[in-house]
């Protein structure tokens, strides 16, 4: 099992600083990548993926709750997603936010512990994807 403690050096750094290090990449590259889609004529739609590590964003099935929220990288992936919520400062044309689109879904969504969408919460999120390309183009 390998371990991102071992992968990256980030003793001489915070978390605090890892996560603003890591969001500044994030928007940089997401900015980055609109630039390229305009450049070579190609459509980019930036997608904030749903977590269950963000709080609040579901209230978890039985079977969510005893199988899928319990990851070693759970604490990170929270706090780092709740940086995420507050990116007013990314202007990209085409965004969509997708962290609670779950937040009054019953049904078990999820098929892993990291994040991994089962075919259900797959088709939820096409569905969302759909809708907002249908509203928008």
């Known amino acids: 099992?390998?371990?991102?403690?071992?992968?990256?050096?980030?003793?001489?750094?915070?978390?605090?600083?890892?996560?603003?290090?890591?969001?500044?990449?994030?928007?940089?590259?997401?900015?980055?990548?609109?630039?390229?889609?305009?450049?070579?004529?190609?459509?980019?739609?930036?997608?904030?993926?749903?977590?269950?590590?963000?709080?609040?964003?579901?209230?978890?099935?039985?079977?969510?709750?005893?199988?899928?929220?319990?990851?070693?990288?759970?604490?990170?992936?929270?706090?780092?997603?709740e940086k995420l919520i507050n990116f007013k400062n990314l202007s990209l044309k085409n965004f969509l936010d997708l962290k609670y689109i779950f937040k009054n879904e019953k049904k078990t969504v999820y098929r892993d512990a990291c994040c991994r969408l089962n075919d259900y919460g797959l088709n939820l999120v096409s569905e969302k994807i759909a809708k907002y390309l249908k509203n928008n183009y």
Do not use: C, M, R
Request: cysteine-free; proline content about 2%; glycine content about 2%.
């Open 1 to 81: 099992k390998v371990s991102w403690k071992k992968l990256f050096k980030i003793e001489d750094k915070s978390l605090e600083e890892s996560l603003k290090t890591s969001f500044e990449i994030w928007k940089k590259s997401s900015s980055e990548i609109e630039n390229l889609s305009k450049f070579k004529n190609f459509f980019y739609l930036h997608v904030v993926a749903p977590s269950q590590h963000v709080k609040g964003s579901k209230n978890f099935s039985d079977e969510e709750k005893k199988d899928y929220l319990e990851y070693e990288y759970g604490p990170i992936l929270s706090e780092y997603y």
